[in-house]
């Protein structure tokens, strides 16, 4: 059921007018390989998230031109294939696992019959080479359940849980960019797959927003160089305000004990010790209160006035 390479295409002259428009020389029939291949579907995948038919419609446009790679792998050397026409196709008679119409991204691409490529043609020939990926960068993923854009407004439904009889799952919509395709062993989509991105824009990069899209991407994401210089940031003063953490707790602890020792001094303060380093931030700080208290209430009573001596015996003192 996964998202594959049709078959291959014998090339017409209309065929060889689009491929021709993304070369630098025209090639004949015989230097090329072509194929059909469907992208992505309107289905819902394994991470319990699906295009809507109006993101399908904005890859079909984005996606005309696009390079296909290995493995998602953003080296040159790895590009194989480009694609030069894409159309959105109906399934006649076939529905999502949510009710609707049955829709499929496709796409044809084409491959220059080099020594190098000849192996990864006859595998694609020989159906061992077939389950595709997209890579994509889309604005809104839209909640099934209470219909909360959980990029913008995180609403707590988790995909694939079920709410009142029905799982919830994320809409993807408002396509930014198209990045690649790529040959996979498991796409996440059951008839494609897809690696979900961020929205690359410039205003985008906010921490809330790229710690919320992590949340609703539960599969592979791309980042652009801006969210991953924020992220890096991000992780640093976390890194750094853990060590500062650290070191408070540790000097906290320290003086829990010694108010310990000086408001119970029967106690084994090796026993306190060890139990005062497994306790919580919140628990020390309990903790120094109570001593805190404790040793004012004992400090107290030992500053009470003493008692008034009896003068029962000095009467004929008096005057």
């Known amino acids: 059921m996964y998202g594959f390479i049709e ?10 007018e689009k491929i021709n428009t993304y070369t630098r020389s025209e090639f004949d029939r015989d230097m090329l390989y072509a194929f059909t291949v469907a992208l992505c579907n309107n289905d819902i995948d394994r991470d319990y998230e699906k295009f809507s038919l109006e993101a399908l419609e904005q890859l079909c446009t984005q ?20 694609i030069f026409e894409t159309w959105v196709e109906k399934a006649e008679g076939k529905r999502t696992a949510d009710g609707e119409d049955f829709y499929s991204l496709k796409a044809k691409a084409y491959m220059v019959k080099t020594e190098e490529n000849m192996p990864l043609i006859t595998e694609i020939e020989a159906g061992i080479k077939k389950e595709v990926s997209v890579s994509c960068s889309v604005a809104k993923s839209i909640c099934s359940i209470c219909g909360s854009d959980k990029r913008k ?12 009889g029905k799982i919830a799952y994320s809409v993807l919509s408002d396509v930014q960019d198209a990045y690649e395709f790529s040959f996979v062993a498991v796409p996440a989509q059951r008839e494609a797959g897809v690696t979900k991105s961020f929205n690359s824009e410039k205003d985008d990069i906010s921490m809330q927003n790229i710690v919320e899209t992590l949340k609703s991407c539960e599969n592979q994401v791309v980042l652009s160089k801006l969210q991953a210089q924020e992220l890096s940031s991000y992780i640093e003063q976390l890194d750094e305000d853990a060590k500062l953490g650290k070191e408070y707790k540790k000097a906290l602890t320290d003086e829990v004990v010694g ?30 209160k109570a001593f805190i208290k404790a040793g004012a209430s004992r400090n107290a009573s030992l500053q009470l006035k003493p008692a008034e001596r009896s003068t029962a015996g000095n009467n004929q003192f008096k005057i």
């Open 7 to 16: 078959k291959s295409l014998s090339l017409n002259d209309e065929d060889l």
């Open 63 to 82: 996606f005309a031109g696009k390079t296909g790679i290995s493995d998602h792998s953003m080296k040159s050397a790895d590009q194989k294939a480009r």
């Open 153 to 164: 407004n995180p609403c707590g439904h988790i995909n694939g849980r079920s709410y009142d």
């Open 259 to 288: 108010l310990c020792a000086k408001a119970m001094p029967d106690m084994d303060i090796k026993v306190f010790s060890g139990v005062a380093q497994v306790m919580t931030t919140s628990e020390l700080k309990s903790f120094k």
